[in-house]
Nanobody
Framework: QVQLVESGGGLVQAGGSLRLSCAASGRTFSSYVMGWFRQPPGKEREWVAGVRWSGGTTDSEDSVKGRFTFSRDNAKNMVYLQMNSLKPEDTADYYC????????????????????WGQGTQVTVSS
């Protein structure tokens, strides 16, 4: 079992920055595929950034590329999402997600692939 707890959301003006953190439990955290998703009001949950494969390089969705950076610290069982140059359209609930590398299809962008989710943290960007 893996438990995920996000923190770091809040209200920020356009152009500002936030860093989201996700604390994970579990002895095999380093082998898990991790990702950040977001769900804007009234819309479906979408992948934002993460790794495509356990131990793989990080990647991010095109609309946040160059602004958001995913990172993980396996020694601390933490993942982060550094968000810079925030825009009003980044307003959403942000979720940390994890899954085991076993039987993983590689669909890192599909919320259904992930077994474990945090409770979410709200990010609001004002114009």
């Amino acid at each position: 079992q893996v438990q995920l707890v996000e923190s770091g959301g809040g209200l920020v003006q356009a152009g500002g920055s936030l860093r989201l953190s996700c604390a994970a439990s579990g002895r095999t955290f380093s082998s898990y595929v991790m990702g950040w998703f977001r769900q804007p009001p009234g819309k479906e949950r979408e992948w934002v950034a993460g790794v495509r494969w356990s131990g793989g390089t990080t990647d991010s969705e095109d609309s946040v590329k160059g602004r958001f950076t995913f990172s993980r610290d396996n020694a601390k069982n933490m993942v982060y999402l550094q968000m810079n140059s925030l825009k009003p359209e980044d307003t959403a609930d942000y979720y940390c997600a994890a899954r085991s590398h076993k039987y993983y299809s590689g669909r890192y962008y599909d919320p259904k692939e992930y077994s474990y989710w945090g409770q979410g943290t709200q990010v609001t960007v004002s114009s």
